[in-house]
């Protein structure tokens, strides 16, 4: 911005007492022209045409109507499927919420003093967040084979590293006061950050720890399209066969489960403000 500063210089104002101050032009307009610009460039590289989008996009109710009415009979179908998606969300995202304490802890640089330590964990956990869930689920089919192992390790992975990263964020803007307190009469740290940091933590990480839960159901679903199991398994099934009857059933019943959860996830995290 300092080129922005010597190409667009303060306005100068002289005040009631002759005194002349200085008003920083805003840079509002300088960051809309470097949006546009963005815009425009994004447009051409991705190939994205209005003209297309405008030309087809009834297309998309023309699927819609053939899933109206569901095929209620491909019901039993879906039950098992379903629950290995539940399944998968809540062993991963419980497995990760846990092992994301320790990452959190070790990669806080107000409680590990090493900064090459503090420095490893937050390198770990941002490589982590750019893997994407389905990518990361595609590895673990390589290593674990087909089925829900490979869905629940790439849950696992995703949950480890956003509230890893939440976490450790949250601990790193902690009043460090009474930690140290406990530290200067005798306790270990992790014994410091029993008694002094979790306490101040542990109403955030349950409800982050909820809400993951929540995105994980709906990430699972489609968790099958690269051999992960699950509901994401029969949804490229039937799209493949252009049963979109059934497809709709699918999205039926996973619509309401999610509803469900997200509710009862709600009710929980209200009780934790």
Request: contains cysteine; proline residues 4%; aromatic residues 12%.
């Amino acid at each position: 911005m300092m080129i922005y500063d010597k190409l667009f210089p303060p306005k100068k104002i002289m005040l009631a007492n002759n005194k002349i101050v200085e008003e920083k032009r805003t840079k509002t307009p300088f960051v809309l022209v470097l949006i546009a610009i963005g815009f425009v460039i994004s447009v051409n590289v991705t190939g994205f045409s209005f003209a297309t989008l405008l030309n087809r996009w009834q297309e998309f109710f023309i699927i819609l109507n053939d899933m109206i009415p569901p095929n209620i009979d491909y019901l039993p179908n879906i039950w098992k499927p379903l629950l290995d998606t539940i399944k998968m969300s809540l062993v991963g995202s419980l497995l990760g919420s846990l092992v994301a304490i320790v990452f959190a802890l070790l990669a806080s640089s107000n409680i590990i003093k090493s900064k090459i330590t503090a420095g490893f964990f937050k390198f770990i956990l941002s490589v982590l967040r750019t893997l994407p869930t389905l990518v990361t689920a595609l590895i673990a089919t390589f290593v674990f084979g087909l089925g829900t192992m490979a869905g629940t390790i790439a849950i696992f992975l995703f949950t480890l590293s956003y509230i890893g990263k939440l976490l450790y964020e949250q601990i790193e803007n902690i009043d460090m006061g009474s930690f140290e307190a406990l530290e200067s009469m005798g306790l270990t740290k992790l014994q410091s950050f029993r008694y002094a940091i979790i306490p101040e933590i542990l109403p955030t990480y349950l409800s982050t720890s909820l809400f993951c839960f929540e995105g994980n159901v709906r990430y699972a679903s489609i968790l099958g399209y690269v051999g992960a199991g699950g509901l994401g398994l029969l949804l490229n099934e039937r799209l493949g066969w252009r049963d979109y009857s059934s497809v709709g059933m699918i999205l039926v019943v996973l619509a309401v489960t999610v509803f469900i959860i997200e509710r009862i996830s709600e009710h929980f995290r209200k009780k934790l403000q």
